[in-house]
């Protein structure tokens, strides 16, 4: 039987199970709860409705106190708090791209999003045979977003091939936008697996970077989102 009060120390700043031994990794949630609201604010500029877009703006903000609850209470019901709401962000990000990107019906959409979400759940058991090892805990934990850079890179090379002869200065825009943030969140993810070791040398760790960077990356993947339905008024991009 779970026990989902027992107490998790994942993290380089926790040094005991109070409620405030983590205060840099809790407080630094605070920029999910920034990126939210500008994202919000700057969808609220645009003349069309953007519902899906506000929709992840808003998962953002939960993604922030989720968190927040997790690096403060640090029990196991506290950490479905924490990675419940990511997983919902990036399902529903790769279920938007696959219908406004590429104009996918709603059922190849999710169909494309279901097989994501079984190569998601499949890789680290897939390594963890490979490696002989746990690759959760040779990353600490950062395995399991591998699979969202590589979907990051996969969208973005799909929206940079040409259309027939022509590639769209929407679509490009939007890919070579895609790369930069597989690029930040490729680095943002060594920022968190560097956490424990970094710890003899620094110990409040660099957890709270990871926050920072991430926030950035969810802001950025709303406004790619938003910028391309703007400029492709069609019911393509929904």
């Not at 403060?72 to 790769?94: C, E, K, M």
Request: net charge positive; glycine share 10%.
């Amino acid at each position: 039987m779970t026990d989902w009060l027992a107490p998790i120390c994942a993290y380089c700043e926790r040094s005991d199970t109070g409620f405030w031994a983590e205060p840099v990794n809790a407080l630094s949630n605070a920029a999910f709860l920034v990126a939210a609201g500008l994202a919000a604010w700057r969808l609220r500029q645009g003349d069309r409705f953007d519902g899906p877009a506000l929709a992840l703006s808003a998962l953002v903000a939960v993604v922030g106190v989720g968190s927040f609850l997790f690096h403060t209470l640090a029990v196991r019901w506290s950490l479905l708090a924490d990675v419940i709401p990511i997983a919902l962000f990036i399902y529903g990000y790769v279920l938007l791209a696959m219908r406004r990107y590429f104009g996918l019906g709603l059922a190849a959409a999710i169909g494309a999003t279901l097989g994501f979400a079984m190569l998601n759940l499949g890789l680290e058991p897939a390594l963890d045979i490979v490696l002989g090892r746990a690759t959760d805990a040779l990353t600490n934990g950062s395995i399991a977003y591998v699979p969202a850079i590589l979907a990051l890179v996969g969208v973005a090379a799909g929206l940079l091939q040409p259309q027939g002869c022509d590639l769209g200065p929407a679509r490009a825009r939007a890919g070579r936008g895609l790369l930069g943030v597989a690029a930040l969140f490729a680095l943002s993810l060594a920022v968190r697996t560097l956490d424990r070791a970094v710890c003899p040398v620094w110990p409040l760790g660099t957890h709270a970077l990871w926050h920072i960077l991430n926030a950035g990356v969810l802001y950025a993947l709303i406004r790619i989102a938003a910028e391309y339905r703007r400029r492709i008024p069609s019911p393509i991009a929904r």
